[in-house]
Protein backbone atom coordinates (compact mmCIF):
# COMPACT_ATOMS: atom_id res chain seq x y z
CA UNK A 1 0.00 0.00 0.00
CA UNK A 2 1.23 3.58 -0.96
CA UNK A 3 -0.52 6.65 0.57
CA UNK A 4 -0.45 10.10 -1.03
CA UNK A 5 -1.09 13.31 0.14
CA UNK A 6 -0.93 16.33 -2.10
CA UNK A 7 -0.47 19.88 -0.39
CA UNK A 8 0.59 23.24 -2.41
CA UNK A 9 -2.74 23.84 -3.99
CA UNK A 10 -4.10 27.61 -3.98
CA UNK A 11 -5.51 30.28 -6.25
CA UNK A 12 -2.73 32.17 -8.51
CA UNK A 13 -2.95 34.94 -11.14
CA UNK A 14 -2.35 34.27 -14.95
CA UNK A 15 2.23 34.12 -14.96
CA UNK A 16 2.30 32.88 -11.27
CA UNK A 17 3.75 30.12 -9.62
CA UNK A 18 2.69 27.42 -7.45
CA UNK A 19 4.67 24.77 -6.09
CA UNK A 20 2.84 21.32 -5.40
CA UNK A 21 4.16 18.97 -2.89
CA UNK A 22 3.10 14.62 -2.72
CA UNK A 23 4.65 12.94 0.29
CA UNK A 24 4.45 9.28 -0.42
CA UNK A 25 4.45 6.67 3.07
CA UNK A 26 3.47 2.82 2.97
CA UNK A 27 6.30 2.20 0.84
CA UNK A 28 10.17 2.76 -0.17
CA UNK A 29 10.20 4.16 -3.71
CA UNK A 30 12.47 2.68 -6.03
CA UNK A 31 11.77 1.07 -9.70
CA UNK A 32 8.52 3.19 -9.22
CA UNK A 33 7.02 6.63 -11.32
CA UNK A 34 5.30 9.20 -9.42
CA UNK A 35 3.00 11.16 -11.63
CA UNK A 36 0.70 14.27 -11.87
CA UNK A 37 -2.40 14.10 -13.64
CA UNK A 38 -4.74 17.12 -13.15
CA UNK A 39 -8.63 17.12 -14.06
CA UNK A 40 -10.72 20.45 -14.98
CA UNK A 41 -14.72 20.35 -14.84
CA UNK A 42 -16.40 18.10 -17.64
CA UNK A 43 -12.89 17.07 -18.78
CA UNK A 44 -10.95 13.80 -18.74
CA UNK A 45 -8.34 13.62 -16.43
CA UNK A 46 -4.97 13.70 -18.30
CA UNK A 47 -1.09 13.45 -17.83
CA UNK A 48 0.94 16.67 -16.31
CA UNK A 49 3.95 14.99 -15.79
CA UNK A 50 6.09 12.26 -14.31
CA UNK A 51 9.61 11.01 -12.67
CA UNK A 52 11.25 7.95 -12.61
CA UNK A 53 12.15 7.32 -8.99
CA UNK A 54 15.49 5.28 -9.57
CA UNK A 55 17.01 7.50 -12.48
CA UNK A 56 14.74 10.41 -12.05
CA UNK A 57 13.93 10.89 -15.89
CA UNK A 58 10.86 13.34 -16.22
CA UNK A 59 8.20 13.32 -18.89
CA UNK A 60 5.93 15.88 -19.77
CA UNK A 61 2.70 17.13 -21.43
CA UNK A 62 3.05 19.21 -24.36
CA UNK A 63 0.89 21.45 -22.75
CA UNK A 64 3.69 21.97 -20.09
CA UNK A 65 6.48 21.33 -20.92
CA UNK A 66 8.84 23.73 -20.48
CA UNK A 67 6.85 25.84 -17.61
CA UNK A 68 6.47 22.69 -15.05
CA UNK A 69 9.22 20.85 -13.55
CA UNK A 70 8.71 18.36 -11.57
CA UNK A 71 11.57 16.84 -8.97
CA UNK A 72 11.64 14.58 -6.40
CA UNK A 73 13.48 13.94 -2.76
CA UNK A 74 14.58 10.68 -1.90
CA UNK A 75 15.41 11.26 1.68
CA UNK A 76 11.82 12.35 2.03
CA UNK A 77 10.14 10.61 0.12
CA UNK A 78 8.38 13.32 -1.63
CA UNK A 79 7.68 14.50 -5.15
CA UNK A 80 7.26 18.43 -6.36
CA UNK A 81 5.74 19.83 -9.65
CA UNK A 82 6.92 23.56 -9.88
CA UNK A 83 4.34 25.44 -11.98
CA UNK A 84 5.92 29.07 -13.09
CA UNK A 85 3.92 30.63 -16.07
CA UNK A 86 0.26 29.67 -14.94
CA UNK A 87 -2.28 30.04 -17.54
CA UNK A 88 -6.18 30.07 -16.62
CA UNK A 89 -6.16 26.46 -18.85
CA UNK A 90 -3.78 25.34 -15.66
CA UNK A 91 -7.05 25.29 -13.57
CA UNK A 92 -7.85 22.16 -11.99
CA UNK A 93 -7.50 19.13 -9.41
CA UNK A 94 -4.29 18.13 -9.57
CA UNK A 95 -3.54 14.60 -8.21
CA UNK A 96 -0.31 12.57 -7.54
CA UNK A 97 0.14 9.52 -8.42
CA UNK A 98 1.87 6.33 -8.27
CA UNK A 99 2.79 3.66 -10.43
CA UNK A 100 4.63 0.84 -8.51
CA UNK A 101 7.70 -0.95 -10.68
CA UNK A 102 7.09 0.52 -13.67
CA UNK A 103 7.58 3.25 -16.19
CA UNK A 104 4.23 5.14 -17.23
CA UNK A 105 2.60 7.88 -18.55
CA UNK A 106 -1.17 6.33 -18.67
CA UNK A 107 -3.26 6.94 -15.60
CA UNK A 108 -4.79 3.24 -16.03
CA UNK A 109 -1.45 2.04 -14.82
CA UNK A 110 -1.19 3.94 -11.97
CA UNK A 111 -2.85 2.17 -8.66
CA UNK A 112 -2.45 4.56 -5.95
CA UNK A 113 -3.65 8.06 -5.97
CA UNK A 114 -3.39 11.29 -3.45
CA UNK A 115 -6.69 12.93 -2.57
CA UNK A 116 -5.83 15.98 -4.94
CA UNK A 117 -5.33 19.43 -4.51
CA UNK A 118 -7.03 22.67 -6.26
CA UNK A 119 -5.37 24.85 -8.65
CA UNK A 120 -7.28 27.68 -9.89
CA UNK A 121 -5.00 30.14 -12.20
CA UNK A 122 -7.44 33.72 -12.40
CA UNK A 123 -7.01 35.36 -15.81
Known amino acids: QVQLVESGGGLVQTGGSLRLSCAAS????????MGWFRQSPGKEREFVGA????????FYAGSVKGRFTISRDNAKNTVYLQMNGLKPEDTGVYYCACAVGRVSTVAATYGYWGQGTQVTVSS
Open 26 to 33: GRTLSRDT
Open 51 to 58: IVWSDSRA
